[in-house]
């Protein structure tokens, strides 16, 4: 039975750099099992509305400017800090149909493919049970299955780089001639083009054309197709970010209108952005910081296979052994790219220098950065597992089989039950009073209240520095509090931008959360600056929204510093609209009724 994985996968010590043969009727046998599951599975999670996901609402506004012929822009302004391969193939799909859901299942559909492609290259290294058993535990992981109603750009990734890594294998073991080649050319191509970290991409691409080649001659055809790989991510690389390169005006422009990259002050990710009980602290020396970074290098993997752990964040202790699971883990996949490298397979060790990049070079752990690798991630541990059996067998306790079995029911265990709440928070008839604890509802209120109001601010930012825009202009502030801790995010600026599809503003100088006698007059000096006339404001969350939940009181009483009371605040949350007035340079609450169902087009394209 499937669910105890028997011992019966080819032998770690005779693995071949061929597919090994399998009965074509197990292969398809799995296949479809793995894929009916998983498409059912995917399916459930789909609704007909926007999920808020920062990055998303980058990506689909971008999308829409491409859509509406306005070029790739963001903000009405230049895009830099994205490759427009993503945005692209969604604006494709905009000019036939302007719903997120269908943008939604371009998504699902993109990340199906690439689980289903993985199955196959499982297939090269474990029978068609545990080939069919990985693909299914990967496409159940929460950072996976989350990326089907996000629209963030990963599923277009993992489609490409699951595909050219089939065809490197099948290069590899000499099914693919000149087609294949071409094939691999041109995915490499898109791979850099929908996302930077696509250079990285070309390690495991060439580990793959490589492995078993040493001795041979350098000019052979798997050389160079290696070499061909490595030059064209590379070089769609540069040459992408030298045609987005701003000139000195569209960068001082664009920094004003919140199109760069997120501040680099302390802040989480917003996967990891739940609960934090360490102070917020200055900048570290570079080797404090890059030793953290090491020493987090667990956390990225226990996030990925136990998303639950995350919350561990509470507790320093708990924190501690999440993070020594993740290095056991990482542990394991050590050992076998070492002992794969020996004998001539470079695959996994390709995979440890691309997690190890990913790792010291992102300051905070976020596994969804992993999920391009998530399946070479688990049937590397499957097959590292078969690997410890064969080299120390345990006759009176078979601890491998064990710990085999404790890492099969652990990690569908706890992906479960996120995905079975998921499913609830989707599935329900008030989707925004659920999603997050409702902290997006007030934004979305405070938009369709704007844009029920007469136009009066300009459809486009000047290209010209120097002029001020026109007032009207809508003002988001993108500090926050987290649990008392000023934190910033740029996801508020980007959801008013994907649903007003007007120029928007982020506060320059302010209150970190909401507005203060002693504060106002650097408000008001802003206001009068940028010419605005709305000002939105995330109010401090009370009590702290935790995913779909809200923190119970008394954690959050533990949690909050220590110069803070949250008794002394009142139950608040969301987004409060304010009105400024110029002449009497006041701030007026404006009330924003209620909205239910919208939005499930994309806002300026109904």
Not at 184 to 207: K, M, N, S
Request: net charge positive.
């Amino acid at each position: 039975m499937v669910f105890f994985f028997p011992m019966t996968e080819l032998p770690a010590e005779t693995l071949q750099f061929a597919s090994p043969a399998y009965s074509g009727r197990d292969v398809l046998r799995w296949f479809w099992a793995a894929a009916s599951v998983l498409l059912v599975a995917y399916l459930l999670l789909q609704n007909p509305y926007w999920v808020p996901g920062g990055d998303s609402d980058f990506y689909v506004a971008v999308a829409r400017s491409m859509a509406l012929g306005q070029g790739f822009k963001y903000n009405g302004l230049p895009v830099a800090i994205s490759p427009p391969g993503w945005p692209w193939l969604m604006a494709q799909v905009l000019r036939f149909s302007t719903s997120f859901l269908a943008l939604k299942l371009l998504t699902m559909l993109c990340m199906y493919a690439s689980l289903l492609i993985s199955y196959f290259i499982a297939l090269r290294f474990v029978r068609p049970a545990t080939a069919a058993v990985c693909i299914l535990l990967c496409g159940l992981l929460m950072p996976v299955y989350s990326l089907t109603y996000f629209t963030h750009s990963e599923g277009m990734y993992c489609l490409l780089s699951a595909w050219a890594l089939l065809i490197a294998l099948r290069l590899r073991e000499g099914r693919s001639g000149a087609v294949g080649i071409v094939t691999l050319l041109l995915l490499c191509v898109g791979i850099a083009l929908t996302r930077w970290a696509g250079l990285l991409q070309a390690i495991p691409l060439v580990a793959v054309l490589l492995s078993g080649k040493r001795g041979t001659p350098w000019f052979t055809r798997h050389w160079k197709t290696a070499l061909a790989v490595f030059l064209i991510c590379a070089g769609t690389f540069a040459a992408a970010r030298i045609m987005q390169k701003l000139t000195v005006d569209e960068v001082l422009l664009s920094k004003q209108y919140g199109n760069g990259e997120d501040s680099d002050e302390p802040e989480l990710p917003p996967e990891t952005a739940t609960v934090s009980a360490l102070p917020t602290k200055g900048k570290n020396s570079l080797p404090v910081e890059y030793t953290q970074r090491f020493l987090n290098a667990g956390k990225w993997f226990a996030w990925l296979l136990w998303q639950p752990s995350r919350f561990a964040s509470v507790n320093k202790y708990l924190d501690f052994f999440v993070g020594l699971i993740g290095w056991g883990v990482i542990g394991l996949l050590a050992w076998l790219a070492i002992d794969s490298f020996r004998r001539g397979e470079w695959l996994w060790i390709s995979l440890a220098i691309y997690c190890g990049a990913l790792c010291m070079n992102w300051p905070n752990p976020n596994s969804r950065y992993f999920v391009p690798v998530a399946p070479l991630i688990l049937i590397g541990l499957f097959l590292v597992l078969q690997l410890g059996r064969e080299r120390y067998p345990m006759r009176a306790f078979d601890g491998w089989k064990w710990l085999r079995r404790g890492l099969f029911y652990t990690v569908l265990l706890a992906n479960l039950a996120m995905y079975g709440v998921d499913v609830i928070v989707m599935r329900s008839s008030h989707f925004y009073d659920t999603f997050e604890a409702g902290q997006h509802k007030d934004l979305i209120n405070a938009a369709r209240y704007l844009l029920a109001l007469p136009q009066r601010p300009p459809t486009t930012i000047p290209a010209d520095q120097q002029v001020q825009p026109g007032e009207g202009n809508l003002i988001v502030n993108e500090r926050y509090e987290n649990l008392g801790r000023v934190r910033y995010s740029a996801a508020g600026t980007r959801s008013m931008v994907l649903l007003m599809d007007r120029p928007v503003k982020p506060l320059q100088h302010g209150s970190p959360s909401r507005l203060m006698d002693d504060f106002q007059p650097r408000l008001t000096r802003e206001m009068n600056r940028v010419h605005g006339e709305f000002l939105l404001i995330q109010k401090p969350a009370m009590p702290w929204r935790l995913w779909h939940f809200k923190l119970p009181m008394a954690l959050q009483t533990r949690l909050m510093k220590p110069t803070t009371n949250p008794t002394d605040r009142e139950p608040s949350g969301g987004w409060r609209l304010y009105h400024y007035n110029r002449d009497t340079r006041t701030f007026t609450l404006q009330p924003t009724p209620s909205v239910d169902d919208w939005p499930t087009h994309v806002p300026g394209m109904e």
